[in-house]
């Protein structure tokens, strides 16, 4: 490809030798910083055909918010007029300063019109720009952006209080009643389980304050961990334009948590994203099912892979498939039966002698755990002493069967338990035949706690 030097842009390479002077450039941005609220200021990283490195840091000052690009996806392309190449903590920096320099915006997908989506005032648009806009976007299709510096974490090796980058893919985006924002972002691999604390409230089942409606879940994977990344800060919530469902993207510095059992990320001050090329995208493309095939009798998906587990528990139906507990939310039908490989985390009540009602009936709920989800379910009358196995006057028997369940010895609230992966059977009901889907529960059937 050969893109004219007739023109007053400079290339990237020689920007990093132009220090103290004012250039113009033109770029594609393929890393991406937030807002910094204090003093309105934001960064990006731009490359062109000649510069192999990591890309040149673009800073822009302003005195408003709304005077910042808006960069709407990674891969667009800017255009920077009277720059300044500076030193920003002993990096060659060009400095976009909204009293003195302009710069626009444009899509980068090729075949696009020349229009920038966004511009500053002081912009003046050139007939020779054209050139270099359709030059770049040719470029971009066989472009493969290389940071030698960047190393990414699947989420299968998080760790908890370390900051890692991540590359996965947006699942969905939404807000809370208190303008908290969550990305649920997903990358085929399944998230350490964590370490339970007794807890005398019941533990959520996902880290938003609610279930996300049926619609939204039935659009996720059904297998593997999707995190949860916490958007409270408004200049993060900026950022947020950027990015939609079913992008690939890299976050470089997330920090990574859990509360309550559950894992969840943070941006932190030096949270960027970064570009994702073409290849790495279609690799990424999430598959919901794998091997499948259909079983008329148990009316769900049978998985290629077995999950193992512990052999604490028993069930009657051995020859019954495994499925993920997100299989099991998102199923087509109200009525279905199940088998699954599940962490028994919380049960209610929590003591043993409380367990059945003024009428002498079986009744617990307990709360379960796989790597894509979280459900509420019960464990009732007769299936209840299956479970457990135990005459009712046992309970020392019954408490003990209950803490290797949990994963404990003893409930000792200040220590952590790691609840074993027990085989369990499962179906679903509706309470409302007016309101099936409304109300949909789950409940225990055909399992038993094995004798020790």
Excluded at 94 to 109: D, M
Excluded at 244 to 271: D, E, R
Excluded at 385 to 413: I, V
Aim: aromatic share 12%; glycine share 6%; charged share 25%.
């Amino acid at each position: 490809m050969e893109i004219r030097d007739d023109y007053k842009f400079l290339r990237i390479e020689d920007a990093f030798k132009a220090l103290h002077l004012h250039i113009n450039l033109i770029g594609v941005v393929v890393e991406l910083g937030f807002l910094t609220g204090s003093d309105f200021s934001c960064t990006l990283k731009i490359v062109d055909p000649w510069h192999s490195g990591s890309g040149l840091t673009v800073k822009f000052i302003a005195r408003t918010s709304q005077a910042l690009p808006r960069v709407e996806s990674i891969g667009d392309i800017i255009s920077l007029s009277r720059v300044k190449i500076v030193l920003v903590n002993r990096k060659i920096t060009a400095l976009c300063n909204e009293t003195s320099s302009s710069f626009a915006v444009f899509s980068g997908k090729h075949g696009e019109d020349f229009t920038p989506y966004q511009s500053s005032p002081k912009f003046q648009m050139r007939e020779q720009d054209k050139n270099f806009l359709t030059n770049l976007r040719e470029w971009m299709i066989t472009y493969s952006f290389e940071d030698g510096s960047c190393c990414f974490t699947s989420l299968k090796d998080v760790k908890e209080g370390e900051y890692s980058n991540l590359s996965s893919m947006i699942v969905h985006i939404s807000k809370d009643e208190k303008d908290r924002w969550y990305i649920f972002v997903w990358d085929g691999t399944e998230m350490p389980p964590c370490n339970i604390m007794v807890k005398s409230e019941r533990l959520p089942l996902c880290v938003e304050p609610a279930i996300l409606p049926l619609h939204v879940l039935r659009k996720f994977p059904t297998f593997g961990s999707v995190l949860r990344i916490l958007v409270d800060k408004v200049s993060e919530k900026k950022a947020l334009h950027s990015l939609q469902p079913g992008q690939q993207v890299k976050f470089l510095n997330l920090f990574f948590q859990v509360y309550m059992g559950l894992w969840n990320a943070t941006f932190s001050p030096s949270t960027k994203l970064q570009y994702t090329m073409s290849t790495e995208i279609e690799a990424f493309r999430p598959q919901r099912m794998c091997g499948e095939k259909f079983s008329l009798r148990w009316n769900h998906i049978a998985r290629c892979v077995s999950p193992s587990h512990s052999g604490i528990t028993g069930v009657a139906h051995e020859d019954a498939p495994f499925v993920t507990l997100m299989d099991i939310l998102t199923y087509h039908s109200v009525t279905a039966k199940f088998r699954c490989v599940v962490r028994f985390i919380q049960v209610y009540p929590q003591d043993v002698r409380k367990f059945r009602d003024s009428n002498g009936k079986f009744r617990l709920l307990a709360i379960l755990e796989d790597a894509t989800a979280r459900i509420c379910v019960s464990l009732y009358a007769d299936e209840g002493e299956k479970f457990f196995g135990c005459h009712q006057t046992d309970e020392e028997a019954m408490f003990q069967k209950l803490n290797r369940l949990l994963g404990g010895d003893e409930m000792d609230p200040m220590l952590p338990r790691n609840p074993p992966w027990v085989q369990c059977c499962l179906f679903s009901f509706y309470r409302n035949k007016k309101d099936q889907w409304g109300s949909r529960r789950f409940r225990i059937f055909d399992t038993w706690i094995n004798a020790s």
